[in-house]
């Protein structure tokens, strides 16, 4: 059989209990209105994955392969490629051919932003990836490059100069 302290421990209990409940009820309902207006992020959200672009417009991933192997759930494919005189797309002397992330398997750690030595990679702020088809899910490096900047030059052309003759 219960003694008076029990019972008065346990009434005490419950209204603190309560107290906490309807002082948590009285206080202003935060919501976001998403659908009619955009959504506020924090600095540092983690969403869909940007490829940066250098102040000439070249790509800065130079297919060092550090993101791909800091990645915990292996979502991040890349075929590197070599840059050409003719050709020049990264600043490196290779360049990401292919560099495709799979979402459906990407965890947004971080991981692949941390490794990243030309901080060619970045988390931007869309995080509207939902899909029904999950082939919709990888997303290609078409797909996550920023576009080239307002008055970007690039490299010209190595000139080559003519071979001297044998005479």
């Known amino acids: 059989m219960p003694n008076i302290n029990e019972v008065l421990g346990s009434a005490a ?28 992020f924090q600095e540092r959200f983690r969403g869909k994955h940007v ?15 550090l993101c791909a192997a800091a990645c915990p759930a292996n979502c991040i494919y890349i075929e590197a490629a070599e840059n050409t005189d003719a050709a020049r797309i990264s600043g490196g002397e290779r360049y990401a051919k292919v560099y495709n992330i ?10 692949c932003v941390e490794a990243c030595p030309t901080d060619a990679i970045t988390h931007g702020h869309g995080f509207e990836l939902a899909s029904y088809n999950t082939s919709t899910l990888v997303m290609r490096k078409q797909d996550m490059l920023t576009q080239i900047p307002q008055g970007a030059q690039f490299p010209l052309k ?5 071979a001297p003759s044998g005479h």
């Open 102 to 111: 799979d979402y459906s398997r990407c965890i947004f750690c971080g991981y």
């Open 51 to 65: 490829l940066q672009r250098d102040e000439n417009g070249l790509e800065k991933c130079v297919a060092c392969f």
């Open 158 to 162: 190595a000139q080559i100069a003519p």
């Open 13 to 40: 209990a419950i209204m603190k209990g309560m107290s906490v409940t309807i002082r948590e009820m009285m206080q202003p309902t935060i919501t976001d209105l998403y659908p009619d207006a955009p959504p506020e």
